[in-house]
């Protein structure tokens, strides 16, 4: 990809998120998951990026998705849902993909039961954004889009 073209992210879905809008509400809010793909692509418009998501009921096409971004995409977004807590397989594709990856949670997993308290794919993500609800997808694109650039610029030939 070179220096000028669009950034590509991909965001891509964990299962259940098909649900959002009316699964817990209370929880996951009212957003759908059409509404935020829209405020996502919208937003990297703006920035001058393209952004394409997927959405996904099924471990091994998420890795699928991953695998398939490596040539396509420069960065990820991701919300694994619960296959955040329970899925070594998505944690190895993002490993040995090596894209720069950003891990979001609408709901902070922090402040709800134990056993979401642990990622096992946070420790090959950049980072985690949790608790902000649709936000917390606005912020993990806004990381996504600066950490490419940041690439992009320590990347550039200097000038003679
Ligand atoms: C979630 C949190 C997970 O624990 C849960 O299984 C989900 C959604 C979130 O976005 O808050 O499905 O990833």
């Known amino acids: 990809m ?5 950034i ?13 809008g009316t699964r817990q509400p209370e ?3 009212r957003t759908t ?3 935020i793909n829209a405020l996502l692509r919208r937003r990297a418009q703006d920035a001058g990026a393209k952004l394409d998501s997927v959405q ?3 471990e091994g096409e998420i890795v699928t998705h991953i695998q398939n971004a490596a040539t396509r995409y420069e960065a990820i977004v991701i919300n694994p849902a619960a296959y955040t807590h329970t899925s070594i397989a998505i944690r190895d594709a993002i490993e040995a993909v090596g894209l720069p990856t950003v891990e979001v949670h609408l709901s902070n997993v922090h402040a709800r039961e134990p056993f979401r308290h642990t990622s096992v794919t946070a420790a090959k993500c950049l980072g985690q954004i949790c608790g902000f609800g649709a936000q917390s997808y606005s912020l993990g694109l806004d990381a996504a889009l ?6 992009r610029s320590s990347n550039q030939e200097p000038i003679s």
């Open 2 to 6: 070179s220096q000028n073209s669009p």
């Open 8 to 20: 590509r992210i991909l965001v891509i879905h964990g299962p259940n998120l098909n649900l959002l």
């Open 27 to 29: 929880i996951y809010g």
């Open 33 to 35: 998951l059409a509404d």
């Open 56 to 58: 996904s009921n099924v």
């Open 146 to 151: 600066a950490h490419v650039k940041g690439l």
